[in-house]
């Protein structure tokens, strides 16, 4: 008991684990970030080695058949925050490591809606169906994420926490409008008069971004994600999912293409008793914003035919943006 106590004082704080692409750690962000090795009490006594390898693992990002980044990752304590669906295909080995860890996505990456295709949707069941979010405990699902590196908040509503660089804070938390002010604040001071500001920025104040997102959330978000965790758990062909009894007369998804889960049926009852607790969260995030690896012409619009998950398109229109000209943190083709 007392070589437990001494365990839970010794190892570090929990922490963000952010997935970088390989072109980032290659460059310049292993200077900023890194490499985490295992806790010193690992070295103290074999008793302290067999406790620390049961809270944690060693996470070894490999490029090009070359270590290349490390981290010391314990699910009970830290958080796997990934900006990009994209990103996280290219990491492979997660099967062994999700038992019990709380993983960060951006909601708009995990959903298929009536706006755009089905590019994201399609890598998120790709990584579900190939076992990476396997005893995954609980998903924060991103509903906005805030580059902010100037802002400064007292110790009560700190995003950070100490020495962080990337901040997650539930919808639902109380300290939300305090944390959101100045940053509001900074984005008008940017324009040049007051019509300019009305006219770029997509909220008048805090609490009314909060309401939007909310509604957003109550609306079809929380649906959609569900019907997407649960679906991509079933492996019905196409062809079954109109004999089926899973499915209702139902319809959602871009062009209608989709039929909702009937979650009466016994099957679908035993998915979502095993389905991970999921929230909405606001994500803070003062890393610096990644390099596309190439140069590309960003589109104004959605456009399935180049290849775009049209991100930044689907969250102005849903009003789940700070300023519509604002792309920072909404940009997600960084492969």
């Not at 929990?14 to 070295?43: A, C, W």
């Not at 006594?45 to 090009?64: A, D, Q, T, Y």
């Not at 400064?152 to 639902?172: C, I, M, P, Q």
């Not at 609306?219 to 209702?248: A, N, P």
Request: charged share 30%; with cysteine.
């Amino acid at each position: 008991m007392k070589l437990l106590l001494t365990f839970v004082i010794a190892v570090p704080q929990g922490k963000v684990i952010y997935l970088h692409s390989q072109v980032d750690y290659l460059n310049d962000f292993y200077r900023r970030y890194p490499s985490f090795g295992i806790p010193e009490l690992s070295l103290v006594c074999r008793e302290s080695k067999r406790i620390v390898s049961k809270w944690g693992i060693g996470l070894r990002f490999c490029g090009f058949d070359k270590p290349i980044h490390c981290e010391w990752f314990d699910p009970r304590r830290d958080s796997i925050y990934i900006p990009s669906i994209h990103i996280f295909k290219r990491w492979h080995g997660w099967r062994k490591c999700m038992g019990g860890a709380t993983v960060i996505l951006n909601v708009l990456e995990t959903v298929e809606d009536q706006y755009r295709g089905r590019l994201p949707s399609k890598a998120f069941k790709w990584a579900i169906q190939s076992g990476y979010f396997e005893g995954v405990r609980a998903i924060d699902l991103a509903m906005l994420t805030i580059k902010c590196k100037g802002v400064s908040w007292d110790k009560e509503h700190d995003a950070y926490g100490e020495g962080g660089d990337v901040g997650v804070v539930g919808l639902d938390d109380k300290r939300l409008p305090t944390m959101l002010r100045p940053i509001f604040n900074d984005i008008r001071g940017g324009y040049i008069n007051r019509v300019e500001s009305l006219q770029y920025m997509a909220h008048r104040r805090p609490s009314c971004l909060l309401k939007r997102l909310h509604g957003e959330w109550d609306r079809d978000l929380k649906f959609l994600f569900e019907e997407q965790w649960l679906f991509s758990q079933l492996r019905v062909s196409k062809e079954d999912q109109f004999e089926s009894e899973l499915f209702t007369d139902i319809k959602f998804g871009y062009q209608d293409r989709r039929r909702a889960l009937n979650r009466e049926h016994d099957t679908i009852r035993r998915l979502i008793a095993k389905m991970p607790e999921i929230r909405p969260v606001i994500v803070f995030d003062r890393t610096p914003t990644p390099v596309p690896e190439q140069s590309q012409d960003w589109p104004n619009h959605w456009d399935n035919r180049r290849g775009y998950d049209g991100l930044e398109v689907v969250s102005n229109r849903r009003g789940m943006v700070l300023a519509y000209n604002i792309y920072d943190g909404r940009m997600t083709q960084f492969t």
